[in-house]
């Protein structure tokens, strides 16, 4: 959550001619609500299955494509299991939690930020470091980064 993924896999996918698939944006799509409105309607074990649908579709894409995929999405063993198995390279983007706090706070649309962005921030980092770290192929810093170098790093 800030970390740039979305900003960073449409410049990848550009320079690679491929395909950008955006978890949060293809269960917007297909739910015709915000992921804020899922949350707050359904509750984040809701939103937790539309975004392992979102994984696995995007995984099962017959044209090479671009996933940035939703933060959250390490979460579940079965998605874990998917992105390990996938015919894919897996990048975390990895940044500091202070980098995320600040980077997080504009837009609004991260419902679980509300009450103590800093704290949560912190406390998913604490919770995600090793999951992320059993599916990544690669560990991208991009602390004090602009997208285009992150993008380079992804690439190389």
């Given at each position: ?5 979305t900003t960073v896999a449409r410049i990848a ?133 602009t997208p285009s170098d992150v993008a380079e790093?992804?690439?190389?």
């Amino acid at each position: 959550m800030g970390s740039g993924k979305t900003t960073v896999a449409r410049i990848a996918a550009l320079r690679l001619g491929r395909e950008v698939i955006d978890s949060d944006q293809v269960i917007e799509r297909l739910t015709g609500r915000t992921v804020r409105q899922i949350f707050a309607d359904e509750g984040e074990e809701a939103f937790r299955a539309f975004e392992t649908a979102a994984l696995l579709d995007a995984l099962a894409s017959p044209q090479p494509a671009v996933i940035a995929a939703a933060g959250g999405v390490v979460l579940r063993e079965e998605n874990r299991t998917a992105l390990k198995e996938a015919n894919a390279r897996i990048v975390w983007l990895c940044a500091s939690p202070d980098i995320l706090v600040a980077r997080a706070m504009s837009g609004g649309h991260r419902p679980l930020l509300d009450d103590d962005p800093a704290g949560t921030l912190q406390q998913m980092y604490r919770d995600r470091e090793a999951l992320y770290r059993e599916v990544a192929d690669a560990i991208v810093f991009v602390d004090h980064r602009t997208p285009s170098d992150v993008a380079e790093a992804v690439l190389r």
